[in-house]
């Protein structure tokens, strides 16, 4: 299925218009990545894990981000909490599964919080997701394509027994839905060595989150943004340290025309 | 009351010479970005919060800045032991009540450090101050210059209460102690688009408090700083994310010719 | 003894191709810069600390680093764990003893990791490696030359100790082990201006050890690396700022040309 420009544009201005509060229990690396490019793209970035407030912040958000990428028990805990209460108030959860399939740990809390609280959105790669739907990824070096439709399948079987939006990103991001299947072509090469991004893609599809209730296209539109506010900072940087600065310029700046020129969904 | 560039720069030099020791217990978000802050301007930074060595570091340090942004229960320990060895050795403390008003954690942890500490200096956003003196801030949307008069009246009873230096900063920062009222008109609108400016600016007012003990003075000073740092790189950035590396390369640079120049106080 | 550009970049090429994974256990301030850098080096970082997983990350990583920057009781249980199934599995193990000297609790700490586990690479500035050997620096000021000297020396106590290789970084850089006594004089001013750049040299040295078994040469390379990225950033720099991003842009850039030109060792 095909995505509108005018469409993406119209999320981003609510999401300029209303900053939502983007509430964010995530890993230590990319904080300060994802509270900017949250503030960037227009929203409010809270980031707080204390078992004593994380209930007060999820309720009034406009969407709780978890992403396990430092993981430990009393974090685990707070995002369980944080989970409970936006469910209760039809707060949109999305969660990133980060290095499930590298450790049991990673693998069982993703899979426990899945299961507890059937996110709105799961977006991650396609070893994260196929490991979430117990299967290990085929060694490196296979045909991207076959590995690819592999991850592809394994969203499908989650979006099957969850009923969520599956993002699976890559040099194509697949964006699966019970009803939907979008296909976004945007980003650049350079974009996977800054640590970071990934994480980034989750806390801009809990901006979009926020502002749309239609999750697989908020998923999308979140996937398109990003991969041409890439395209827009890689033609200006010369490694990924400029990269990164750049893309929250670009992120700051898109405008329709970018997103009407650019867009490969 | 207004300042004088030439004490300002005085202060830059100071810190500039003698590199003072700031110690922060602050929250994960910023950590890097106040670190490389209070290097840029000529400070030495450390970042501790372990109970086993707070009290070793508080103790030496030229200043203590607590930033509650990222609480937890074990930091709140840290941050009362550290707190109590700079007060007994003297060493100014300087804190930020990050998101007070927004949870009764924090607004609780920050009264306490207030009430059993009397910090040097306290700096928040209008709504932070006026949450530690019970009140909320009035809805968005309302006369902003109402808005200022409301938090610089809290910021004059939380001076009577605890004989303090107490910021309010925002598009005119209001710097108020028993003797003097201070307004800083520097800044530049992209400043709060970019994550951990205003916990930078609380480090930056640990760095001039270690060597100036007119705490008045020195946080007056930090904000023309933070302020005139800001728009020199707001003239040469695209978006918050180069502006938040052209800050640091300013602060770094920054000249007395640069205060004379650009100085509204 | 001096070092040959062709093998310093065959051990960079090997990074680019083989992307050896790099487990850190490191401080919160500088996760973002050292993931970056090494994965602008080529190398594949994984920042974990949970007791529950670090023995599996360790396990199956290229290197593990150890950095004792911002400490805990939990951290330290983790940092042994994973250590001891380094160790078993041969696994080089890198160290980082920030701020030993300024602390009991980080001396003793780093101390305790040293006698457990004999790192590999044990790298520090002059005051952080004389503290290992029980010493304290001169006051600030004294002759460089003189402390430089008392450094190598507590460097060469420690390799004596220890069988492991040793780098005392400074404006020149000493890596001393058994037979070997390498001077790396690469480097910039502006580079101890930028937090974490330190820590980012011991996270590239994890990166090296993993892909060249002679551990020495491994740390000498990757001064050599640090300094000359450092050299090329600081030309189009215009403070500590831009440095840091300029220089993840020269790690991912560099080039044996490069590396030919500018070596100083």
């Known amino acids: ?19 939502p509060l983007v509430h964010n229990i995530t890993n230590y690396v990319v904080m300060n990545t994802t509270a900017n490019a949250l503030l960037a793209i227009g929203a409010s970035p809270v980031m707080a894990h204390a078992v004593q407030e994380v209930e007060d912040l999820a309720g ?26 936006a469910k209760s108030k039809q707060v949109p959860i999305v969660l990133d599964p980060v290095g ?60 099957r027994e969850i009923g969520c939006t599956v993002c699976v990103t890559g040099e194509t991001d697949y964006i699966v839905s019970a009803q939907t299947l979008y296909e976004v072509k945007n980003g650049h090469a350079l974009m996977p060595r800054v640590t970071g991004l990934g994480c980034t893609a989750t806390a801009i599809c809990g901006a979009f989150a926020a502002v749309n209730p239609e999750f697989d296209k908020a998923a999308a539109h979140a996937m398109a943004v990003m991969g041409i ?15 990164q600065v750049n893309f929250i310029d670009a992120l700051y700046q898109l405008s329709e025309t970018d997103i009407k020129k650019r867009l490969k969904a």
């Open 229 to 243: 506010a890439g395209e827009i900072a890689a033609e200006i940087s010369s490694g990924p340290g400029t990269l």
């Open 1 to 19: 299925m095909t995505l509108q420009p005018a469409n993406i544009f119209k999320d981003v201005e609510k999401i300029r218009e209303n900053a």
């Open 100 to 159: 499930a399939g590298a450790t049991p740990y990673r693998t069982q809390t993703a899979k426990d919080l899945i299961q507890a609280f059937a996110p709105s959105i799961i977006r991650g790669n396609g070893s994260e997701i196929m490991a979430l739907c117990g299967q290990s990824q085929s060694t490196k070096g296979v045909d991207s394509t076959s590995e690819s439709n592999q991850a592809v399948d394994a969203a499908k079987t989650l979006v």
């Open 60 to 85: 009034i958000a406009g969407a709780l981000v978890l992403n396990i990428g430092t993981l430990n028990d009393g974090w685990i805990d707070a995002m369980f909490r944080a989970a409970k209460t």
